[in-house]
């Protein structure tokens, strides 16, 4: 199972506004709660960037692989501010081959942001469309155990 958790929080070093640690079938995120959150945003899509250029996770689209490497459409996240936001959650998550945008409601502050992703993320991934390749094995959403490559 994939399991994805944003946090707000206050203890990351000076001048980190953001965080992603990696294992084997989690990722976590932190966030600084103190800091505005088009900051906090800002520095979230350098910090996916990175994540993503790891070609550690692909996107199941029809009946194609897509991942970071894939020619013409590498698998990206982007994170941004939207004035119109699809959900009731103040964020709302489209998703297109190769490219999943995260659109958030600007009023909201850092700790309502995350607060609001876990449940969006949560329903995004139950869709199981996307996969984690960690230490040769396949970590999907699916019930059952893991897959080797």
């Given at each position: 199972?994939?399991?994805?958790?944003?946090?707000?929080?206050?203890?990351?070093?000076?001048?980190?506004?953001?965080?992603?640690?990696?294992?084997?079938?989690?990722?976590?995120?932190?966030?600084?709660?103190?800091e505005?959150?088009?900051?906090?945003?800002?520095?979230?899509?350098?910090?996916?960037?990175?994540l993503?250029?790891?070609?550690?996770?692909?996107?199941?689209?029809?009946?194609?692989?897509?991942?970071?490497?894939?020619?013409?459409?590498?698998?990206?996240?982007?994170?941004?501010?939207?004035?119109?936001?699809?959900?009731?959650?103040?964020?709302?998550?489209?998703?297109?081959?190769?490219?999943?945008?995260?659109?958030?409601?600007?009023?909201?502050?850092?700790?309502?942001?995350?607060?609001?992703?876990?449940?969006?993320?949560?329903?995004?991934?139950?869709?199981?469309?996307?996969?984690?390749?960690?230490?040769?094995?396949?970590i999907?959403?699916?019930?059952?155990?893991?897959?080797?490559?």
């Open positions: 199972m994939l399991d994805v958790a944003y946090r707000a929080v206050d203890d990351l070093p000076p001048g980190r506004l953001a965080r992603i640690d990696e294992d084997r079938g989690r990722i976590r995120v932190r966030l600084d709660r103190r505005p959150l088009h900051k906090v945003v800002s520095q979230l899509n350098v910090e996916i960037d990175q993503m250029k790891t070609a550690r996770w692909f996107q199941l689209w029809d009946d194609e692989i897509v991942s970071a490497n894939t020619p013409g459409r590498p698998l990206r996240i982007e994170y941004m501010l939207s004035p119109v936001i699809p959900s009731q959650m103040g964020v709302g998550v489209a998703e297109g081959k190769g490219l999943l945008r995260v659109h958030i409601c600007p009023g909201l502050d850092v700790i309502s942001f995350a607060a609001s992703m876990n449940p969006a993320t949560k329903e995004h991934l139950d869709g199981g469309h996307w996969f984690q390749l960690y230490g040769g094995e396949i999907d959403n699916s019930p059952e155990p893991m897959n080797r490559v």
